[in-house]
Every structure is written in C-alpha cells, then in structure tokens.
C-alpha cells in the first residue's frame, strides 16, 4: 500500500483498461501529435522513392521503401493499438509516447541513407528506441490490472526479445540482409498474435478507426501537397502548360477520390473480434505504403513532363497506377468488402483492376498524361458506384 501511496504521490496513475465499448472515443491531442511525428517520416520514405524512381532504380527504390515503411507503419500501429487499450495520460505516459516520437525523428532522418546508400543504422536506431519504449508501456500496463498481466507481459517481452534480434541486423551481411529481415518481420507481426492468445486486449473498434483514419488522411495529404510542389517547380520549366494542368486536375481527382473511397463507410460495425482486428491492422500497410506511393508517382509523372525523369512512357504511367489500385483493392478488402452487394462489388474491384491495368494505354502509344487522366475519370465512376451502391447511406 505504500508503495502505491508512494506512486500517486509521483503523480503516476494506474493503467486501467479503456472501456471498448466507450462511446465517442476520438483521437487525443497526443495521439495527432504522434501521427504528425511519423507523417515526417513518411514524407521522408516517399521522397527517397521518388529519386529512386525518376532516376531509373525503380527495383531497388521500391524494395527499400517497402522495408523503410514497415518500420515506421508497425511502430505506429503498434502504438496506436496499446493506446486503445490503455491511456493513463500522466506525465510518465507521455514521457515514454514523446520518447517513441523521438525514436521516429531518428528513423525519419534515418530514411535517406537508408535507401540511397542500404545503411540502416539510424532507422534501426530510432525503431529500436520506439519499440523499447512501448515495452516500458507494456511493464506499466502488466503491474497495474492483475487480469491483464499475461497478454502485457507477454508483449513486454517478445518485443524485447525481437529488439535483441534488430540490434544484430546491423552486423548481418549485405548478401543476406533482405533476408533477415523478412524473418524479424514476421517475428514482429507473431508478436501480437502470440501476446493476444493469453487474453484479447480490451481495443475500442471505433477508435482504431478513428485513429487509422486519421493517418490516411495525413499520408493523402502529404500525397497532394507533394503534387503542389512538384506542380510549382515544374511550372517554372514548361512553356505549355495544357499537360501540367492535366496532370494537376487528375492528381487531385484521384487523390479525392481515394479519400472518398476509404472513407465511405465505418469500418468499426465489422471489427469486433481478436481476428478482424489483426486483419485490419495487418492489412493497413498495403494502404497506407500505397498511398505514400501514389505521391512519388505523381511526382515522377511530372518530372517526366519537364523531361528530367530517367523512365519511359509506359514505367512512368505503373509508377502512377500501380499505387492507386494497391490502394483501392486494399480498402475494398478491409473496409468496403462486408458493405458491398451484388453487383457493386465487382463493378468497383473490376474497376481498381482497371486502373492497375491503365498503363497499358502507353504501350499502344498514349502519353502518361493521358493515362493519368484516364485513371481519374475511372475513379469518378467508382464514387459513383459507391454512391449508387447506398452502402454510405445504409452504413
């Protein structure tokens, strides 16, 4: 007892569960702060793709974005998951959140050695940092509710133990690297999965939407102001302007559309048990590495108007697309899917595929432009689909 008068005397609360059934539980001043945290390193990750891509290492830029975004999409995530659950909201709380927000500015400024040069020092670094503070958070949570001690601990320690396992990555081989790597990856994800088979944390549906919807549109926004200011600089360069407004009108067309698609429906009515929720949150990654990607591939698309771009036509229009139909496949299969009847399902995935398959226009001799354009035009008729649909009124 004295221990714990001691602790309130500190001004430390106890961790209890968050209700899961609490009523408008939207995202906390702390919480949006993180999000603009990690946002920088998104920005980040997505600029070095872009280089990567324009200047014809589309292959390498690609596979090192994809491993850059996992670290900062599962030390996000993982946050955002333990905060659902538990929230005390005393200043040791947002001591260890601010600790993880430091962690993500090192992987942030880690990005650009990361993919330019394969040195992952710093993103290990900060992603280290990251993750041993959200372990202190678990501890926490393990030493104040008695019925959630084994799932805490459980957490606590697996990725502890897989912390051990990235501190070594350092010293593993070039050759083997990639390979590494997608092992300590899935040893991230079975964490969870692991941790949650000793008690399913008390997660609050609503939130987790609220707080993963948050994030698309941080990582969309960064999508169109990216678009701005490669529209801006290229401005500058072009005598013409016809196919610069073109590539603007459509940009904008599919980065809105994009939002209208994710956010049609709530996701909340459906993500209800320890599974949905892995899935969701699992799935995530697709959605929001793809619309990180979409920004790079309006800017490549741009910078091949100007002529810098190193990529041909048909490169330079899958740069684009490819992101776009990621994306919206992703929604349908996380968000979209349960609300869908016959025929709409199928008319809005057939649509996502067309898009993907858009680039095509440029082997036949279209201009990029051209396809961009007609990516957006398919993209209106897939809100239309949606709204014809009534899944937006009925959900």
């Given at each position: 007892?004295?221990?714990?008068?001691?602790?309130?005397?500190?001004?430390?609360?106890?961790?209890?569960?968050?209700?899961?059934?609490?009523?408008?539980?939207?995202?906390?001043?702390?919480?949006?702060?993180?999000?603009?945290?990690?946002?920088?390193?998104?920005?980040?990750?997505?600029?070095?793709?872009?280089?990567?891509?324009?200047?014809?290492?589309?292959?390498?830029?690609?596979?090192?974005?994809?491993?850059?975004?996992?670290?900062?999409?599962?030390?996000?995530?993982?946050?955002?998951?333990?905060?659902?659950?538990?929230?005390?909201?005393?200043?040791?709380?947002?001591?260890?959140?601010?600790?993880?927000?430091?962690?993500?500015?090192?992987?942030?400024?880690?990005?650009?050695?990361?993919?330019?040069?394969?040195?992952?020092?710093?993103?290990?670094?900060?992603?280290?940092?990251?993750?041993?503070?959200?372990?202190?958070?678990?501890?926490?949570?393990?030493?104040?509710?008695?019925?959630?001690?084994?799932?805490?601990?459980?957490?606590?320690?697996?990725?502890?133990?897989?912390?051990?396992?990235?501190?070594?990555?350092?010293?593993?081989?070039?050759?083997?690297?990639?390979?590494?790597?997608?092992?300590?990856?899935?040893?991230?994800?079975?964490?969870?999965?692991?941790?949650?088979?000793?008690?399913?944390?008390?997660?609050?549906?609503?939130?987790?939407?609220?707080?993963?919807?948050?994030?698309?549109?941080i990582v969309l926004a960064e999508s169109v102001l990216a678009s701005v200011?490669?529209?801006?600089?290229?401005?500058?360069?072009?005598?013409?302007?016809?196919?610069?407004?073109?590539?603007?009108?459509?940009?904008?067309?599919?980065a809105a559309g994009m939002w209208w698609v994710y956010f049609s429906v709530?996701?909340?009515?459906?993500?209800?048990?320890?599974?949905?929720?892995?899935?969701?949150?699992?799935?995530?990654?697709?959605?929001?590495?793809?619309?990180?990607?979409?920004?790079?591939?309006?800017?490549?698309?741009?910078?091949?108007?100007?002529?810098?771009?190193?990529?041909?036509?048909?490169?330079?229009?899958?740069?684009?697309?490819?992101?776009?139909?990621?994306?919206?496949?992703?929604?349908?299969?996380?968000?979209?899917?349960?609300?869908?009847?016959?025929?709409?399902?199928?008319?809005?995935?057939?649509?996502?595929?067309?898009?993907?398959?858009?680039?095509?226009?440029?082997?036949?001799?279209?201009?990029?432009?051209?396809?961009?354009?007609?990516?957006?035009?398919?993209?209106?008729?897939?809100?239309?689909?949606?709204?014809?649909?009534?899944?937006?009124?009925?959900?």
């Amino acid at each position: 007892m004295g221990a714990v008068e001691h602790t309130r005397r500190l001004g430390v609360r106890k961790m209890r569960p968050r209700d899961p059934l609490e009523m408008f539980r939207s995202s906390s001043p702390l919480e949006l702060f993180f999000d603009l945290v990690f946002a920088i390193a998104v920005s980040l990750a997505s600029a070095q793709l872009f280089q990567a891509e324009t200047s014809a290492h589309v292959g390498e830029g690609i596979v090192s974005y994809l491993m850059v975004f996992f670290a900062v999409w599962w030390a996000w995530m993982n946050f955002t998951w333990f905060a659902s659950a538990f929230d005390a909201d005393d200043w040791l709380y947002r001591v260890l959140t601010l600790t993880q927000m430091a962690g993500a500015i090192v992987l942030a400024v880690g990005a650009t050695p990361a993919m330019i040069d394969g040195d992952f020092g710093l993103i290990i670094g900060g992603y280290v940092v990251m993750r041993l503070a959200l372990v202190a958070q678990w501890i926490r949570a393990a030493q104040s509710h008695p019925s959630m001690r084994r799932t805490a601990l459980r957490f606590a320690c697996g990725i502890g133990a897989v912390q051990v396992f990235w501190v070594l990555f350092a010293f593993v081989p070039d050759s083997l690297a990639k390979i590494i790597f997608c092992v300590l990856v899935l040893a991230e994800l079975a964490v969870p999965v692991y941790a949650e088979s000793a008690g399913t944390t008390p997660w609050n549906a609503g939130h987790i939407v609220d707080r993963f919807g948050s994030f698309t549109l941080i990582v969309l926004a960064e999508s169109v102001l990216a678009s701005v200011t490669a529209a801006a600089g290229a401005a500058e360069q072009v005598t013409h302007l016809a196919d610069l407004v073109l590539i603007g009108v459509s940009g904008f067309l599919l980065a809105a559309g994009m939002w209208w698609v994710y956010f049609s429906v709530d996701a909340s009515a459906w993500l209800q048990s320890r599974q949905s929720g892995l899935v969701f949150g699992f799935g995530h990654y697709f959605v929001f590495a793809a619309a990180g990607a979409f920004s790079a591939g309006v800017k490549v698309l741009l910078d091949y108007e100007v002529g810098h771009a190193q990529v041909g036509s048909t490169l330079t229009s899958v740069l684009l697309a490819g992101p776009i139909a990621v994306f919206l496949l992703g929604v349908w299969a996380l968000v979209l899917r349960p609300h869908f009847r016959r025929p709409y399902g199928w008319m809005f995935v057939s649509g996502a595929a067309l898009i993907g398959l858009s680039p095509l226009a440029s082997v036949l001799g279209a201009a990029p432009q051209l396809t961009a354009l007609v990516a957006a035009a398919i993209m209106v008729a897939l809100v239309v689909v949606i709204e014809i649909s009534g899944i937006r009124r009925r959900a």
